[in-house]
């Protein structure tokens, strides 16, 4: 992988900056919109299961709500940076002002590993976030979600939490609970979902037969994998898989040039979407260097795992034959990366486009409980499609009527819905 380092928020800036340039944003509403409105970053102890303590650090930065309560992931991870969570919070400002919905930005996580934790480790760590951060949450306020490495066993501990504290129920504090316990039913397959609906369009703009597309994927996570199943549900065929392997401290590319079968993968994933080396040759997978995922003669790559995957190095490697590049993941591709996309004629859809339907499940999910009144899956996945159907298509009109990169469209969109609310209340 490349040997430069970048800087997630520096990225998001520098993304910004360039629009704003664009569409001639007045300084204090730029000053404003390129950092974070506020940042609590907080020290969480936590008794271990072997009597000892242990004190984590943990962040949850709220980009801006000028259009709604913040809302965003909290993520575990032992490398977990402020500035990713800075980047992350702005990336959700823009991603609920893109899809259209009532909602601003925020960010969260904690450093650790939550796979050297136990059960009851991560249930007091998940309380201990929220009780250092009750007075600033909630469901007019901010409402976190699952991210990198949580689930939605952490967001009922962590709404229990919050009700606890509060004396009351309050459902939608959280998003992506368990179905039963508030959760919306289709929120599991939402992101993966919304990022194959704006594929779908594009492909359709392109002029592209998806039964005829082959893809590769990085990440088997929940993303990846519920994508690589619609991908494959509506006739494409998948033939790599990239993810990180724990015990070998590294990643693998899982290949078969005739199409992988994603059920049987899924079943022999775990909860963090890691794959089983071994099971996965026995069902007659090759094993690859993890990077090679990027370097597949495909039509599709789907990076579906972490930031700054897509560099000016790793674009090198990328094949002739790619037409779409479809970020699931937050912050793919770095921006020296853009201009090379452009030159290489691919087609983008932006990561705050593509993976926005992950939040707009949630949106449902907060509007459902504020309802207590829950629809079925169908409903929830009709409505999450015409949402992420017309935003795709807003953001490539503007692209094609002003001659945009698609990332540069998404972002005009989003940057003037947000500047507008931020006006209309009076603030600038
Ligand atoms: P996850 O924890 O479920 O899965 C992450 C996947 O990435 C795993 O399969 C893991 O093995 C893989 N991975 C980690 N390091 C890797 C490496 N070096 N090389 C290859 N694969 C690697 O996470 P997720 O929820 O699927 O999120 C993936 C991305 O999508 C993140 O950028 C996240 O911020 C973004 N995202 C998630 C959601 C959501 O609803 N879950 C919504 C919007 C955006």
Known sequence: MDQKTYNPYVSAQTQFDNVADQIGLDNPTRDLLREPSREFHITIPVKMDDGTAKVFKG?????????????????????????????LSMWMTWKCAVVDIPLGGAKG??????????????????RGYVRQLAKVM?????????DVMTNAQHMLWMMDEYET?????????????????????????ATGYGVIYTLREALKALNIDITSTSASIQGFGNVAEHAARLFTKLGGTVIAVSCWDNEDKKSYTYRNLNGIDIEKLASIKNSFGSIDKQKAMDLGL???DGDEWIAQDVDILLPCALENQITPATLE???????????GANGPTTPDSDEIIKAKNIFVIPDFLCNAGGVTCSYFEQVQCNMNYFW????????????MTSAFHAVHELSQSKNL???DAAYVIAINRVAEAVKLRGWI
């Open 59 to 87: 962040y949850r930065i709220q980009h801006n709500d000028a259009r709604g309560p913040a809302k965003g992931g909290i993520r575990f991870h032992p490398q977990e940076t402020v500035d990713t969570i800075r980047a």
């Open 109 to 126: 996580g904690i450093i650790c590993d939550p796979r050297t934790l136990s059960m009851a480790e991560q249930e007091r760590l998940c």
């Open 138 to 146: 909630g469901p007019n306020f901010d409402v976190p979600a699952p």
């Open 165 to 189: 504290i509060q004396g009351s129920h309050a459902p939608g504090t959280i998003t992506g609970k368990p179905v039963g316990m508030g959760g919306s039913l289709g929120r599991t397959e």
């Open 286 to 288: 090759e094993l690859l």
């Open 317 to 327: 490697k990328i094949s002739d034959k790619v037409k779409v590049i479809c970020e």
């Open 376 to 387: 079925p899956k169908e409903e929830v996945l009709e409505k999450l499609d015409q949402k």
């Open 405 to 407: 990169y698609m990332r």
